[in-house]
T-cell receptor, first 114, second 114 residues
Framework: ETGVTQTPRHLVMGMTNKKSLKCEQH?????MYWYKQSAKKPLELMFV???????ENNSVPSRFSPECPNSSHLFLHLHTLQPEDSALYLC?????????????FGAGSRLTVL | SQQGEEDPQALSIQEGENATMNCSYK?????LQWYRQNSGRGLVHLIL?????REKHSGRLRVTLDTSKKSSSLLITASRAADTASYFC??????????????FGKGTKLSVIP
């Protein structure tokens, strides 16, 4: 257990479904991240939040909608996804969003879109 | 692109041997971080080395940084089967407008054969 908890660990959804991924950190960190990891591709940064404010959005399709209600919780709302969105979605946190400090990752949510 | 590129993409060694992985990058960095990922899990931070440092150790791990060659290496000595994982480098660099970004490479997949 790293201090960053992701649920669910596995999710299978159809293209018309709406689902959410949840991330919770117990480390007192101020920044939280969503990354997408697909086979044979570098880790892709999707969103960064610092103290509940979004500070980065890397041209992610609108079918992915993040929410950060407080500095300990981060959600990724999913709707009308495509099969190519199937991937491992990783949440991470750090003491600040500048990259000066290390990231602590959760175990990931494996998403399969049928 | 600023991303680090790990080399080799895959490495297979016998238990007890040393494993060396390399990371090259293109522009000036502020720090470079190495992470390990066991299959289907989140990334775990190993070592952070700053641009003014040349070498860091942590247990059986040794990281070097050569900013003149824009490269870093991760050495795992006396490898164990439990070291089997993917290893990623991440570079922190200035991305403009007062911001820094941490960018990951595609990783090196290490297999340690008992």
């Amino acid at each position: 257990e790293t201090g960053v908890t992701q649920t669910p660990r596995h999710l299978v959804m159809g293209m018309t479904n709406k689902k959410s991924l949840k991330c919770e950190q117990h480390l007192g960190h101020n920044a939280m991240y969503w990354y997408k990891q697909s086979a044979k591709k570098p880790l892709e940064l999707m969103f960064v939040y610092s103290l509940e404010e979004r500070v980065e959005n890397n041209s992610v399709p609108s079918r992915f909608s993040p929410e950060c209600p407080n500095s300990s919780h981060l959600f990724l709302h999913l709707h009308t996804l495509q099969p190519e969105d199937s991937a491992l979605y990783l949440c991470a946190s750090s003491s600040d969003h500048s990259g000066a400090n290390v990231l602590t990752f959760g175990a990931g949510s494996r998403l399969t879109v049928l | 692109s600023q991303q680090g590129e790990e080399d080799p993409q895959a490495l297979s060694i016998q238990e007890g041997e040393n494993a060396t992985m390399n990371c090259s990058y293109k522009t000036s960095i502020n720090n470079l971080q190495w992470y390990r990922q066991n299959s289907g899990r989140g990334l775990v931070h190993l070592i952070l080395i700053r641009s003014n440092e040349r070498e860091k150790h942590s247990g059986r791990l040794r990281v070097t940084l050569d900013t003149s060659k824009k490269s870093s290496s991760l050495l795992i000595t006396a490898s164990r089967a439990a070291d089997t994982a993917s290893y990623f480098c991440a570079t922190r660099a200035y991305s403009g407008a007062g911001s820094y970004q941490l960018t990951f490479g595609k990783g090196t997949k290490l297999s340690v054969i008992p």
